[in-house]
């Protein structure tokens, strides 16, 4: 509770009205799925699908970058400490293992297997391409999703409702915008850990690097399989 109240004691919300709030998501979606369609053409390959993929998540964390700079004015606190930040994002991620495991073994038995199409399609690309793919899904992807979901959206939520709140919020909408209704469960699992992780350390830092250890997990199964 006290590290919980620390962490909230360095976390400070923005104030922009909810319309503000809900043009800044828009802008910020479109804007990605845009750049990802125009990336990916009209009959898209695995290599149109890593290009689509890089310009939405650079779409993304670019605008979510220009929302807290414009609302929010504090964005050197969410990357202050960097050091403890990545300490805590890999304790994280030994602690979370097991229930991510359980969850997705639960959404097995509940939904059926876990749509790997893509990551098999991932696994047959090679030379840049697959250089591209794993640097969005293990940096790029990470950075912009949280910045999006915890940096803007559970800071915003933060403001107006109770802590709890703006973290399952942000979570939901974590797992609902990665379209895949097999994973929603293990990655609800990821994105609630995410969400405590940047209350607790009043930043960003510890909830990116726990993100990028997971994608990097999850490629190293995928290409082990």
Request: hydrophobic share 55%.
């Amino acid at each position: 509770r006290r590290e919980l109240a620390l962490g909230l004691s360095r976390l400070k919300p923005w104030k922009g009205d909810p319309l503000t709030f809900l043009l800044v998501i828009t802008v910020t979606l479109v804007t990605g799925s845009l750049a990802a369609m125009a990336a990916a053409g009209n009959s898209p390959t695995a290599t149109d699908i890593i290009f689509s993929g890089m310009a939405f998540h650079s779409a993304l964390a670019a605008c979510s970058l220009i929302a807290l700079r414009l609302f929010d004015r504090s964005t050197e606190d969410l990357f202050s400490k960097a050091i403890p930040g990545a300490k805590s994002g890999l304790l994280a991620v030994l602690r979370t293992a097991p229930l991510i495991a359980g969850a997705a073994f639960l959404s097995t038995c509940l939904l059926g297997p876990i749509n790997s199409e893509a990551l098999n399609q991932l696994a047959a690309v090679k030379g840049v391409p697959l250089m591209l793919a794993i640097t969005t899904a293990t940096i790029i992807g990470p950075i912009s999703e949280e910045l999006f979901c915890r940096g803007v959206i559970q800071r915003w939520i933060a403001a107006r409702a109770t802590t709890t709140t703006a973290a399952w919020i942000s979570c939901v909408i974590f797992a609902v915008m990665h379209f895949d209704a097999s994973s929603v469960l293990p990655l609800m699992v990821v994105g609630f850990s995410a969400s405590v992780l940047a209350i607790k350390t009043g930043g960003l830092v510890a909830p990116i690097v726990f993100h990028m250890f997971f994608n990097a997990t999850q490629l190293l199964f995928t290409f082990v399989a």
